[in-house]
């Protein structure tokens, strides 16, 4: 992709309109929030449940399915200056056991958005949300930018082809910005991540219902950033990142699963019994991963800013909220 200086989208004699895909996702409906508050008009994205699941102050919205062509191109691009594409398969673990539907599916839903907004003969600026679980995890720690990839699951496999498919599009005349997201989590992540998933069991210890914590291997070392962390990159990358360039999203440190079990304990106030269960171990855990975000730093000013503490606080909060809801 040709590189060059980045142009802002955010102008000033004008509020910029950005699409944002998985609107109704965990993540989506922190981006809205984040762009919303800094006047950015949005243009939701979403799957059938976006009525019952979202939130848009602009109020403009999209359900569509974006594996069907033709579906997509019902989306209007004229006015749009930029893309953020979140929308996607998500979890590592089971794209083990349905590798075609993940790298068929996340590569194709993005083949179909810049098929799209080509025949409306627009040229957004693409904010393309890959993973930092691409990298060939035997490489020097922190990981860069510029590590080497060996993509260790399904998942990863269609996010690195994600990446190549937006080169292929650059070359067709649109900017494409490419961010690395590590691990993230936060209040409203669903079932099918550590955090959230250990949150829920010691809320149902704590309530009597489960007698303990069924956990994988906690060894495993992993980056985490807040969701609303993540979200506050996005748009600063879509608006600052240069295009054609590739930026890592994380904390720089990493954190055990036993860290994860102890702060969420703290949180809940709660104290349970913790028991391995080797049906929620992967095919696939390497001891320790954390990557450098210097980069995405020293383009954009952007910094980490909520603690560990405060998520697995907020987690546990959002739960409790639900279950007496």
């Not at 957004?124 to 890959?130: E, H, Q």
């Not at 498919?165 to 649109?174: D, F, N, T």
């Not at 989590?185 to 809320?203: K, M, N, Y």
């Amino acid at each position: 992709m040709a590189l060059g200086e980045a142009k802002p989208l955010m102008y000033a004699n004008s509020m910029p309109k950005v699409v944002v895909t998985g609107a109704n996702g965990f993540v989506g409906k922190h981006l809205i929030k984040e762009l919303s508050d800094h006047g950015i008009e949005v243009v939701s994205v979403g799957g059938p449940r976006m009525a019952v699941n979202h939130s848009n102050p602009s109020g403009n919205t999209y359900s569509v399915d974006l594996n069907d062509a033709n579906a997509v191109e019902a989306i209007d691009f004229s006015d749009v200056t930029g893309v953020i594409h979140l929308a996607g398969l998500a979890s590592v673990g089971p794209s083990f056991d349905d590798p075609m539907r993940y790298i068929t599916g996340n590569i194709g839903m993005e083949c179909n958005l810049f098929e799209a907004a080509l025949k409306q003969n627009t040229r957004p600026r693409f904010l393309i949300v890959s993973s930092g679980a691409l990298y060939d995890t035997a490489a020097t720690l922190p990981l860069t930018e510029s590590s080497p990839t060996l993509p260790s699951s399904p998942y990863a496999v269609s996010k690195l082809g994600q990446e190549q498919l937006a080169q292929y599009y650059a070359g067709r005349g649109i900017e494409v910005i490419i961010a690395r997201p590590f691990n993230h989590t936060g209040p409203g992540q669903g079932p099918g991540f550590i955090v959230p998933d250990i949150a829920q069991q010691v809320l149902a210890c704590e309530q009597g219902t489960q007698d303990e914590v069924l956990v994988g291997n906690l060894d495993a070392k992993r980056d985490y950033t807040d969701v609303r962390d993540i979200a506050r990159a996005y748009r600063l990358l879509l608006d600052k990142g240069v295009p054609g360039e590739t930026y890592n999203i994380c904390s720089g440190k990493a954190l055990s699963g036993h860290d994860i079990v102890e702060g969420i304990l703290k949180a809940s106030g709660t104290k349970a019994t913790i028991t391995q269960d080797q049906d929620k171990m992967r095919p696939s855990d390497n001891p320790e991963i954390y990557g450098d975000h210097q980069k995405l730093t020293a383009a954009t000013g952007w910094q980490p800013e909520i603690g560990t503490a405060k998520t697995l606080a907020d987690v546990v909060a959002d739960l409790r909220a639900q279950t007496n809801s």
